[in-house]
C-alpha cells in the first residue's frame, strides 16, 4: 500500500512540473533571466499575426531554417487565420499572448476572475489547433503584468495547470540610450520614439551580445520589426545556435 502511493506521488510530481508560475517575471518582482550565456538565440514574436509583417518575417526565418515562437493574441488568430496555418505549417511554435491584450493590473477584486479566464483560457480555446508543434502550453503576458492570484487560479483548471508560464525574455524588453548611443532596445519603444531601424538594431545586437543570447522579444506588429529581423539574422545568424522554447526545459527554472 505505502509503495503504490510512493510510487502515485512520485508520478504525480513528475507530470505537474508545467504551471503558471514557473517562469512569472513580473513588475515588482526582481527579473529572472530565461536563458542566457549560452550562445544560443530564441526568437520569440509577440502580438500578431499581422498582414505584411508575419508573413515578412515567416519568409526571413525560412530563408534561415530558424524555427521561432509566435505569442499571439486570440483576437488576431481569428481575423488572420491563413497566416496562423503558414506558422504551423512551416513548424513554429505557437504561444498564448491573450485575447485581446488587456494588461491585467488594477483589476477589480469582483471580476479579476473573468478577466483572466477570458484572457488566458478563453485565449486558449482559439489558439490551441495550432499549438500543435510545440511540446507544451507556453503563455506570455502583456506587459509582463502578472500575479500570484492568477497563477493559483490558473494551476486548478484543467487546460491551466498543463501551461507553462508566463515566459519572460532576455533581450528586447527596453529602449537604452547612454553615451548618445543605443546599449538596449525594445521594438515598440524604438518606432514610437521615431528610433531608426539600424539604431534599433545596434541595440538588439548589443543586448544579445552582452548577455550571450538569450530568449529575443520583437513584436511582429511594424515592417520595422520584419526588417530589423532580416538585419538582426544576417549579422548574427551565423554566431550564434538558434533554439526554441521546446529545448529549454523551462519547467526546471522554477
Ligand atoms: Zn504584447
Redesign the pocket.
Known amino acids: 500500500m505505502k509503495i503504490t502511493l510512493l510510487i502515485c506521488l512520485l508520478f504525480t510530481s513528475i507530470n505537474s512540473y508545467a504551471d503558471f508560475s514557473s517562469v512569472v517575471i513580473g513588475h515588482n518582482t526582481p527579473v529572472k533571466k530565461v536563458h542566457r550565456a549560452q550562445n544560443e538565440i530564441i526568437l520569440t514574436f ?2 500578431g499575426p499581422t498582414p505584411g509583417v508575419t508573413n515578412r518575417i515567416l519568409n526571413t526565418l525560412k530563408k534561415h531554417n530558424i524555427k521561432g515562437t509566435f ?1 499571439v ?1 486570440a483576437e488576431n488568430a481569428i481575423n488572420y487565420p491563413e497566416l496562423m496555418n503558414r506558422i504551423v505549417n512551416e513548424g513554429h511554435i505557437v504561444g498564448n ?2 485575447y485581446t ?1 488587456q494588461v491585467l493590473t488594477n483589476l477589480e477584486y469582483s471580476s479579476w476572475k473573468q478577466v483572466v479566464q477570458k484572457e488566458v483560457l478563453d485565449a486558449h480555446e482559439v489558439i490551441a489547433p495550432y499549438m500543435t508543434n510545440a511540446q507544451h502550453f507556453y503563455y ?1 503576458a ?2 509582463s503584468y502578472w500575479e500570484p492570484r492568477f497563477a493559483q487560479f490558473l494551476n486548478e483548471d484543467e487546460i491551466g495547470k498543463n501551461y507553462i508560464g508566463p515566459i519572460h525574455w532576455d533581450i528586447g524588453g527596453k529602449l537604452e540610450i547612454r553615451n548618445g548611443r543605443v546599449a538596449k532596445a525594445a521594438d515598440w519603444e524604438c518606432w514610437r520614439k521615431k528610433v531608426p531601424v539600424n539604431e534599433c538594431l545596434s541595440g538588439y545586437i548589443a543586448e544579445t551580445r552582452q548577455n550571450a543570447g538569450g530568449v529575443v522579444l520583437i ?1 511582429d506588429v511594424s515592417p520595422q520589426s520584419a526588417e530589423m529581423l532580416e538585419r538582426y539574422l544576417a549579422i548574427l545568424g551565423n554566431a550564434f545556435t538558434f533554439r526554441t522554447l521546446d529545448d529549454l526545459n523551462l519547467n526546471d527554472k522554477k
Do not use: T, V, Y
Request: proline residues 9%.
Open positions: 509577440d502580438d505569442f493574441q499572448h491573450s491584450h506570455r502583456p506587459g513584436h
